[in-house]
């Protein structure tokens, strides 16, 4: 009864929560402007097949690109950035650059949390300056499914990293899940639209602290200008 009430309340607050969204579209005309939110402009776009929305962020930030990477490839200091965090285990560390891990994702209640299995796998232009890391779920025997949560699953999470002149950094994040489980589409896409700007703002907040390292391979990205990529 209560599950029902809440849903009742949050469906009744819907039009006040989501912001009025122009129609017109960034560059990509798939991609659908919908606000910005502590400087990361975030849209979102209808995905073939799913009727759950996919979002993207992109804010352009003052801070050394080698902070960034060292603090988002660190596993310890992901409990610090990532929206909703609650628990991980590393599975495999297959290189630097590439992670398979368990992480856990607390939900408001009374809604049950959600974990995943991720690959995780980064690679680094040095001729351009750019930093990607793709993120999807796979299945792995090491970690099976867990009482504590529904098992969702991750179709794509990209990450770029774009370093420019004056120590500044091009961020992008992209995010198409499915938490699975009984909870509306529209409540689904409602909590997951604010992912990309709580997500990035905290990774910047996190890596600008004093103490934060640059990570040595990145160190001189900011140095020389990069070369205009092929269109």
């Known amino acids: 009864m209560y599950i029902k009430r809440f849903l009742i309340a949050l469906l009744a607050s819907a039009p006040l929560l989501l912001p009025a969204v122009p129609r017109m579209a960034l560059a990509d005309s798939k991609w659908e402007y919908i606000g910005t939110w502590d400087g990361v402009k975030v849209s979102r776009k209808s995905v073939a097949g799913s009727d759950v929305m996919a979002f993207r962020g992109d804010i352009v930030a003052p ?15 992901r409990k610090f950035w990532v929206d909703r965090f609650a628990d991980q285990k590393t599975l495999e560390m297959v290189n630097p650059l590439t992670e398979i891990y368990w992480i856990r994702f607390g939900l408001p209640f009374p809604i049950t949390d959600r ?4 690959r995780a796998e980064g690679s680094a232009d040095a001729v351009h300056h750019v930093f990607t890391t793709k993120i999807k779920s796979v ?11 529904v098992r969702a699953v991750a179709y794509g999470t990209f990450y770029r990293f774009e370093a420019l002149p004056g120590e500044r950094t091009r961020m992008t994040v992209e995010v198409h899940t499915d938490p699975k489980g009984a909870i509306p589409d529209w409540l689904v ?3 997951q639209k604010k992912w990309p700007s709580k997500t990035l703002s ?11 390292p640059v990570h040595p391979d990145y160190a001189n990205w900011h140095d020389a200008p990069a070369p205009t990529p092929a269109p």
């Open 189 to 191: 896409n409602l909590i």
């Open 139 to 149: 299945n792995d025997p090491r970690k099976g499914e867990d009482d504590c949560c």
């Open 115 to 118: 974990d995943y299995v991720f």
């Open 202 to 212: 905290d990774l910047i907040r996190h890596a600008s602290r004093p103490n934060s």
């Open 63 to 77: 801070i050394h690109i080698g902070k960034l990477i060292a603090t988002f490839l660190d596993p310890a200091q």
